[in-house]
Structures are given as C-alpha cells and as structure tokens.
Nanobody
Framework: QVQLVESGGGLVQAGGSMRLDCVAS????????MAWYRQAPGKLRELVAD???????NYEDSVKGRFTISRDNVKNTVTLQMNSLKPEDTAVYYC?????????WGQGTQVTVSS
C-alpha cells in the first residue's frame, strides 16, 4: 500500500522560511519522480516542483530561486525548502508520486503566509 505522509507547514510571516517533508512507503522510492503540488482556495492544484530519480529538478516559475526540492533515497523522503515566502504562497501543499496505476497523493499540509 502506497503512503505519502507530509509534515511541516503552519503559519509564517512573509519573508520567512518553512520546510516540508514527505515520507513515502510502499514504493521503490529511488526509482520514482517525486513532486510537490499546492492548491490555494478557489484555484486549481498546481505543480510547485518535482525531482526525478536522477535528481533533475523542475520548478514552477513563481518559486524559482526561492524554493528547493531535494530527496533522500535512504530515508525515502522528499523535502521542499521554502524561503522568502510570500502571501501568495498560501495553500495546501501535497506530496505526489506518479505510478503506473495512477497518481498518489499525501493528505496535504496547510501553509499560511501572513503579510
């Protein structure tokens, strides 16, 4: 059974930093691209960043230079380090892995950035 468990999140002031972690189980972690998505109220879920099995990274334009995605294949963990946070980064953040049988999601963690 695939499980993605996120931690981190909470309330931070604009300009601050926050780290999100996602621990995966039930998959061969090192073989999969891992991703972070977010969904703000009234908006569609959007890709924030992903990291391939080969450690190639991809970022949504608005977070480039501020967010860093990384992975630890020993701990089966993907991390999103978020710096210089802005109120528009406020959203529920979801961990994601695409598998042959479909997409898997974590439960989501709320990130709120106050101005």
């Amino acid at each position: 059974q695939v499980q993605l468990v996120e931690s981190g999140g909470g309330l931070v002031q604009a300009g601050g930093s926050m780290r999100l972690d996602c621990v995966a189980s039930g998959i061969i972690f090192g073989l999969n691209t891992m991703a972070w998505y977010r969904q703000a109220p009234g908006k569609l879920r959007e890709l924030v960043a992903d990291i391939s099995a080969g450690y190639r990274t991809n970022y949504e334009d608005s977070v480039k230079g501020r967010f860093t995605i990384s992975r630890d294949n020993v701990k089966n963990t993907v991390t999103l380090q978020m710096n210089s946070l802005k109120p528009e980064d406020t959203a529920v953040y979801y961990c994601n892995v695409q598998l042959g049988g479909g997409s898997r999601w974590g439960q989501g963690t709320q990130v709120t950035v106050s101005s």
